[in-house]
């Protein structure tokens, strides 16, 4: 077989075989493919797509060219939740915790951030002495005994999935849908979970900018989960504004911290409940979502997710004492409020000006090798339809710099005072 016969038959929009499919993810991990006939294949799939079936070929061959979890010895079924990224979503923390106290397993692997969008394993090594690399042991011990775990890869999972991503990421192929959906849910497959709920961020400050891309998105991502026999549902939600109040690695575990005392903000919670209520159902704990809500607002009003978020810090060697006190965590040296130019409502809050605004003080990376400042980022005081009068703070910038004139030119961007304003939609659909 010969790699440019492969890359022909897609570019003239023909249907790729398994065999050529493993031919490729061959060529890939083991190197004999040279990265300029990888790209042609990239660039062929992103203009003439992959049926579903391509879809979820390419996504198990990447799966099984590495590792894939054996989670056999955690009693019950397992779940888990992915999203694609967005500004201020700190949502599995809480919602992990919750869904843990209920009896189900969640064993986590989540990812860093790069670029405006924050990483949930960045959030908790704000935490001090959190470990995010646990053995692939401990982590199985650590689900059976606690429910709860989350931590980076444990092993080389999808390393084809590793050297394609690059070559999409300097090719201007990172936008194809079956690039993207293979790409998530070879690694999610090879976590070992048996059920999946996948939030698909759409506007702004997502990486799928309207909600119709998004839907095509969730639907291939859905459709690929179930023929490869995974439990899995979708749903679309909001990124046009910041999901919460604050943007910030420490910020984000003081607001899940807020959120599990019951003292959360709104949009945060529906959103927690929203996608935790499935992955209550799919573990068999609740036999309809209005059950499974009702239970994990239980789990906020007597504490049990509270305690559930407390021993994963504990077992992963952080500092439970930081649940009861906040300042136990780094905090900035300057709190800069950034006041309303008139009276009005707001119009625009855009999620990714606002998330690259907290990158450029460094509270995320520009280059994956970036070191975080932990400490900085922006709390907002003010969303997407609230009145303000002139001079009253929009927001409040944690910075470790008293300079940040180029911090509030994003800022300006990002905001826009109108004399009303529609209120966004959060949950725009649900894909099963």
Known sequence: MRMVDVIDQKR???VLSDEQLQFFVDGVVDGSLPDYQI?????????QGMTDREQTQLTMKMMHSGERLDLS???????????????????????????????????MISGRGLGHTGGTLDKLEAIPGFQVELSEQDFIKQVAEEKLAIVGATRDVAPADKKIYALR????TVDSIPLIASSIMSKKLASGTDALVIDVKTGAGAFMKTEDSAVKLAKALVAIGKQAGLKCEAVISDMNQPLGS?????????????????????????????????????????????????????????????????????????DPNVVDDYSLMPHAK????????????????????????SMLMGGGRQK????????????????????????ESIMTIWSNREDIDDVKELLDQAV???????????????IE
């Open 246 to 318: 604050k943007i910030g690695n420490t910020l984000e575990i003081e607001e899940t911290l807020d959120l599990l005392k019951g003292n959360g903000p709104k949009d945060l919670l529906e959103l927690v409940l929203e996608l935790g209520s499935r992955m209550v159902v799919m573990g068999q704990q609740a036999a309809s979502l209005t059950e499974a809500r009702a239970k994990l607002e239980q789990t906020i009003a007597d504490g049990s997710a509270l305690a559930r978020f407390k021993a994963m810090i504990k077992a992963q060697h952080g």
């Open 368 to 391: 994956a090798d970036d070191q975080l400042d932990y400490a900085v980022g922006i709390e907002l005081h003010k969303k997407i339809g609230d009145s303000v009068q002139k001079g």
């Open 169 to 172: 990421d300097v090719t201007d």
């Open 416 to 430: 826009a005072i109108e004399e009303s304003a529609q209120q966004p939609t959060l949950i725009h659909e649900t």
């Open 12 to 14: 003239n929009g023909g």
């Open 334 to 357: 300057y709190q800069i409020e950034y006041p309303a130019q008139k009276d009005g409502v707001i119009a625009k809050l855009t999620a990714d000006e606002i998330g690259m605004a």
């Open 39 to 47: 790209s042609a294949l990239l660039m062929a799939i992103y203009f």
């Open 73 to 107: 010895e955690i009693p019950g079924i397992k779940v888990d939740k992915h999203s694609t990224g967005g500004v201020g979503d700190k949502t599995s923390l809480p919602l992990a915790a919750m869904v843990a106290a209920l009896g189900i397993p969640v064993p």
